[in-house]
Protein backbone atom coordinates (compact mmCIF):
# COMPACT_ATOMS: atom_id res chain seq x y z
CA UNK A 1 0.00 0.00 0.00
CA UNK A 2 3.03 2.34 0.61
CA UNK A 3 4.10 1.81 -2.55
CA UNK A 4 1.20 2.59 -4.11
CA UNK A 5 1.06 5.42 -2.42
CA UNK A 6 4.04 6.88 -2.90
CA UNK A 7 3.57 6.06 -7.06
CA UNK A 8 0.44 8.36 -6.76
CA UNK A 9 1.79 11.02 -5.17
CA UNK A 10 4.60 11.07 -7.66
CA UNK A 11 2.11 11.18 -10.91
CA UNK A 12 0.38 14.32 -8.85
CA UNK A 13 3.03 15.94 -8.39
CA UNK A 14 4.40 15.81 -11.85
CA UNK A 15 0.77 16.36 -13.62
CA UNK A 16 -0.06 19.01 -11.56
CA UNK A 17 3.45 20.75 -12.49
CA UNK A 18 2.48 20.24 -16.09
CA UNK A 19 -1.21 21.85 -15.31
CA UNK A 20 0.53 24.74 -13.49
CA UNK A 21 3.24 25.24 -16.43
CA UNK A 22 0.47 25.15 -19.09
CA UNK A 23 -1.80 27.61 -17.46
CA UNK A 24 0.99 30.15 -17.42
CA UNK A 25 1.26 29.98 -21.14
CA UNK A 26 -1.36 31.97 -23.07
CA UNK A 27 -0.41 30.34 -26.36
CA UNK A 28 -2.64 27.63 -28.13
CA UNK A 29 -5.51 28.85 -25.51
CA UNK A 30 -8.24 29.21 -28.69
CA UNK A 31 -11.39 31.23 -28.30
CA UNK A 32 -13.10 29.00 -26.74
CA UNK A 33 -10.67 28.95 -23.67
CA UNK A 34 -9.16 25.66 -24.77
CA UNK A 35 -5.54 24.59 -24.42
CA UNK A 36 -4.98 21.91 -26.35
CA UNK A 37 -0.40 21.50 -26.86
CA UNK A 38 -1.20 18.01 -27.69
CA UNK A 39 -3.19 18.16 -30.31
CA UNK A 40 -1.58 16.10 -32.86
CA UNK A 41 -1.36 13.41 -30.81
CA UNK A 42 -4.87 13.29 -28.87
CA UNK A 43 -6.19 13.09 -32.76
CA UNK A 44 -4.76 10.07 -33.16
CA UNK A 45 -5.80 8.42 -29.73
CA UNK A 46 -9.22 10.09 -30.59
CA UNK A 47 -8.98 8.56 -33.83
CA UNK A 48 -7.78 4.83 -32.13
CA UNK A 49 -10.84 5.51 -29.09
CA UNK A 50 -13.52 6.49 -32.04
CA UNK A 51 -12.14 3.28 -34.13
CA UNK A 52 -12.40 0.55 -30.66
CA UNK A 53 -15.94 2.41 -29.63
CA UNK A 54 -17.07 1.30 -33.48
CA UNK A 55 -15.58 -1.77 -33.07
CA UNK A 56 -15.98 -3.31 -29.45
CA UNK A 57 -17.93 -0.51 -26.96
CA UNK A 58 -20.51 0.56 -28.86
CA UNK A 59 -21.80 -3.33 -30.11
CA UNK A 60 -20.65 -4.80 -26.37
CA UNK A 61 -22.84 -1.88 -25.16
CA UNK A 62 -25.81 -3.05 -27.35
CA UNK A 63 -25.62 -6.64 -26.74
CA UNK A 64 -25.14 -5.79 -22.99
CA UNK A 65 -28.58 -4.27 -23.08
CA UNK A 66 -29.96 -6.65 -25.25
CA UNK A 67 -29.57 -9.64 -22.98
CA UNK A 68 -29.47 -8.00 -19.64
CA UNK A 69 -33.26 -7.67 -17.82
CA UNK A 70 -33.73 -4.52 -17.38
CA UNK A 71 -34.06 -5.36 -13.40
CA UNK A 72 -30.56 -6.76 -13.28
CA UNK A 73 -29.04 -4.00 -15.48
CA UNK A 74 -30.38 -1.31 -12.79
CA UNK A 75 -29.26 -3.83 -9.73
CA UNK A 76 -25.58 -3.73 -11.49
CA UNK A 77 -25.83 0.00 -11.53
CA UNK A 78 -27.43 0.58 -8.41
CA UNK A 79 -24.61 -1.52 -6.94
CA UNK A 80 -21.97 0.16 -8.86
CA UNK A 81 -23.06 3.82 -7.44
CA UNK A 82 -23.35 2.43 -4.07
CA UNK A 83 -19.96 1.17 -4.09
CA UNK A 84 -18.20 4.46 -5.43
CA UNK A 85 -19.87 6.18 -2.13
CA UNK A 86 -17.04 5.68 0.30
CA UNK A 87 -15.10 7.58 -2.23
CA UNK A 88 -17.29 10.54 -2.59
CA UNK A 89 -17.69 10.84 1.08
CA UNK A 90 -13.38 10.96 1.19
CA UNK A 91 -13.54 13.54 -1.41
CA UNK A 92 -16.21 15.69 0.30
CA UNK A 93 -14.20 15.41 3.75
CA UNK A 94 -10.79 16.63 1.23
CA UNK A 95 -12.98 19.38 -0.17
CA UNK A 96 -14.24 20.16 3.40
CA UNK A 97 -17.93 19.49 1.63
CA UNK A 98 -19.20 18.27 4.76
CA UNK A 99 -22.85 17.67 3.21
CA UNK A 100 -21.82 15.89 0.57
CA UNK A 101 -19.72 13.47 2.72
CA UNK A 102 -22.53 13.14 4.93
CA UNK A 103 -25.17 12.41 2.54
CA UNK A 104 -22.46 10.16 0.62
CA UNK A 105 -22.06 8.07 3.60
CA UNK A 106 -25.80 7.87 4.38
CA UNK A 107 -26.59 6.75 1.10
CA UNK A 108 -24.20 3.88 1.10
CA UNK A 109 -25.35 2.56 4.93
CA UNK A 110 -28.91 2.71 3.92
CA UNK A 111 -28.43 1.15 0.81
CA UNK A 112 -25.76 -1.34 1.67
CA UNK A 113 -28.16 -2.02 4.90
CA UNK A 114 -31.24 -1.96 3.45
CA UNK A 115 -30.82 -2.52 -0.36
CA UNK A 116 -28.91 -6.08 -0.23
CA UNK A 117 -25.67 -4.39 -0.57
CA UNK A 118 -26.60 -1.98 -2.77
CA UNK A 119 -28.54 -3.57 -5.14
CA UNK A 120 -31.64 -1.47 -4.53
CA UNK A 121 -31.62 2.20 -4.46
CA UNK A 122 -33.06 2.62 -0.88
CA UNK A 123 -32.15 6.32 -0.47
CA UNK A 124 -34.55 7.13 -3.20
CA UNK A 125 -37.48 5.95 -1.52
CA UNK A 126 -36.41 8.18 1.41
CA UNK A 127 -35.49 11.38 -0.63
CA UNK A 128 -31.70 11.32 0.41
CA UNK A 129 -30.40 13.44 -2.59
CA UNK A 130 -27.90 11.46 -5.16
CA UNK A 131 -24.19 13.24 -5.11
CA UNK A 132 -21.09 12.28 -6.30
CA UNK A 133 -17.45 13.90 -6.54
CA UNK A 134 -14.21 12.76 -7.68
CA UNK A 135 -10.10 13.74 -6.65
CA UNK A 136 -10.36 15.90 -9.95
CA UNK A 137 -13.27 18.12 -8.79
CA UNK A 138 -10.88 18.09 -5.06
CA UNK A 139 -8.06 19.34 -6.83
CA UNK A 140 -9.87 22.00 -8.52
CA UNK A 141 -11.30 22.79 -5.64
CA UNK A 142 -7.88 23.03 -3.82
CA UNK A 143 -6.88 25.68 -7.04
CA UNK A 144 -5.02 23.67 -8.87
CA UNK A 145 -5.50 24.71 -12.65
CA UNK A 146 -7.02 22.48 -15.33
CA UNK A 147 -3.98 22.52 -17.34
CA UNK A 148 -3.83 21.06 -20.93
CA UNK A 149 -6.72 19.11 -23.06
CA UNK A 150 -5.79 15.42 -22.87
CA UNK A 151 -7.54 12.66 -24.57
CA UNK A 152 -6.84 9.47 -23.29
CA UNK A 153 -6.82 5.95 -24.76
CA UNK A 154 -9.86 4.03 -24.07
CA UNK A 155 -11.19 6.31 -21.67
CA UNK A 156 -11.35 8.84 -23.60
CA UNK A 157 -11.64 13.27 -22.98
CA UNK A 158 -9.77 14.26 -19.77
CA UNK A 159 -7.64 17.52 -18.89
CA UNK A 160 -4.43 17.43 -17.18
CA UNK A 161 -5.94 18.06 -14.21
CA UNK A 162 -8.82 15.01 -14.10
CA UNK A 163 -6.00 12.77 -15.61
CA UNK A 164 -4.38 12.99 -11.86
CA UNK A 165 -7.62 12.88 -10.16
CA UNK A 166 -8.47 9.39 -12.32
CA UNK A 167 -4.86 8.12 -10.65
CA UNK A 168 -5.49 9.18 -7.10
CA UNK A 169 -9.14 7.90 -7.58
CA UNK A 170 -7.88 4.13 -7.89
CA UNK A 171 -6.70 4.58 -4.07
CA UNK A 172 -9.15 7.14 -2.62
CA UNK A 173 -11.99 4.20 -2.08
CA UNK A 174 -11.93 2.77 1.11
CA UNK A 175 -13.58 -0.30 0.12
CA UNK A 176 -10.57 -1.39 -1.53
CA UNK A 177 -8.49 -1.49 1.26
CA UNK A 178 -10.70 -3.05 3.52
CA UNK A 179 -12.53 -5.60 1.12
CA UNK A 180 -10.83 -9.41 0.66
CA UNK A 181 -10.85 -11.14 -2.68
CA UNK A 182 -13.31 -11.17 -4.36
CA UNK A 183 -15.42 -9.23 -2.93
CA UNK A 184 -13.08 -6.20 -3.60
CA UNK A 185 -13.31 -6.86 -7.30
CA UNK A 186 -17.06 -6.35 -7.52
CA UNK A 187 -16.49 -2.61 -7.43
CA UNK A 188 -14.65 -3.25 -10.48
CA UNK A 189 -17.12 -5.33 -12.38
CA UNK A 190 -20.24 -3.85 -11.71
CA UNK A 191 -18.61 -0.24 -12.82
CA UNK A 192 -18.09 -1.80 -15.96
CA UNK A 193 -20.90 -3.12 -16.47
CA UNK A 194 -22.73 0.35 -15.73
CA UNK A 195 -20.47 2.22 -17.99
CA UNK A 196 -21.93 -0.42 -20.53
CA UNK A 197 -25.19 0.56 -19.79
CA UNK A 198 -24.65 4.27 -20.06
CA UNK A 199 -22.88 4.07 -23.34
CA UNK A 200 -25.98 2.07 -24.77
CA UNK A 201 -28.80 4.88 -23.34
CA UNK A 202 -26.25 7.79 -24.59
CA UNK A 203 -25.76 6.02 -28.06
CA UNK A 204 -27.78 8.48 -30.09
CA UNK A 205 -25.95 11.53 -28.27
CA UNK A 206 -22.44 9.53 -28.75
CA UNK A 207 -22.81 8.06 -32.11
CA UNK A 208 -24.16 11.42 -33.08
CA UNK A 209 -20.40 13.19 -31.79
CA UNK A 210 -18.67 10.48 -32.94
CA UNK A 211 -20.10 9.41 -36.17
CA UNK A 212 -22.14 12.08 -37.56
CA UNK A 213 -20.17 15.51 -37.00
CA UNK A 214 -17.50 17.12 -39.41
CA UNK A 215 -15.39 17.07 -36.62
CA UNK A 216 -15.76 14.04 -34.55
CA UNK A 217 -12.28 15.54 -31.94
CA UNK A 218 -13.06 19.01 -32.21
CA UNK A 219 -17.04 18.07 -31.05
CA UNK A 220 -16.24 15.34 -28.54
CA UNK A 221 -13.30 18.09 -27.12
CA UNK A 222 -15.73 20.93 -26.41
CA UNK A 223 -18.55 18.84 -25.46
CA UNK A 224 -16.76 17.13 -22.45
CA UNK A 225 -15.00 20.44 -20.95
CA UNK A 226 -18.26 22.31 -21.35
CA UNK A 227 -19.31 19.75 -19.70
CA UNK A 228 -16.62 19.01 -17.20
CA UNK A 229 -16.77 22.82 -16.09
CA UNK A 230 -20.50 22.65 -15.84
CA UNK A 231 -20.53 20.07 -12.83
CA UNK A 232 -17.65 22.29 -11.27
CA UNK A 233 -19.20 25.20 -11.63
CA UNK A 234 -19.39 27.21 -7.76
CA UNK A 235 -22.81 28.06 -8.60
CA UNK A 236 -25.90 25.79 -8.42
CA UNK A 237 -28.09 28.85 -10.44
CA UNK A 238 -27.14 27.79 -13.43
CA UNK A 239 -30.05 26.98 -15.15
CA UNK A 240 -28.56 24.87 -18.00
CA UNK A 241 -29.16 20.97 -17.79
CA UNK A 242 -26.06 18.69 -18.30
CA UNK A 243 -27.38 16.79 -21.32
CA UNK A 244 -25.19 13.74 -20.31
CA UNK A 245 -26.44 13.54 -16.68
CA UNK A 246 -28.30 10.26 -16.40
CA UNK A 247 -30.80 9.44 -14.13
CA UNK A 248 -29.47 6.47 -12.31
CA UNK A 249 -32.17 6.53 -9.17
CA UNK A 250 -33.22 3.30 -10.28
CA UNK A 251 -34.92 0.25 -7.98
Given at each position: ????????????????????????????????????????????????????????????????????????????????????????????????????????????????????????????????PEVRSDFGETLYVWGAAEGAYIELPILGPSTER????????????????????????????????????????????????????????????????????????????????DPFELNTEGF
Open positions: MTIRCLFTAFVLMIIIGLGACTASNPQAVNESGIYDPYENTNRRIHTFNRSFDRAVFRPVSKGYAAVMPDAAETAIANFAANASMPAVMVNGLLQADLSTSALAGSRFFVNTAFGFGGLLNVSKALDIDTAGKVVDLFTNPLGFVLDKPERYYRTITAAGKGLSERNRLSDMIDAILYESADSYSQARITYLQRRRFQLAPSNSIAEI
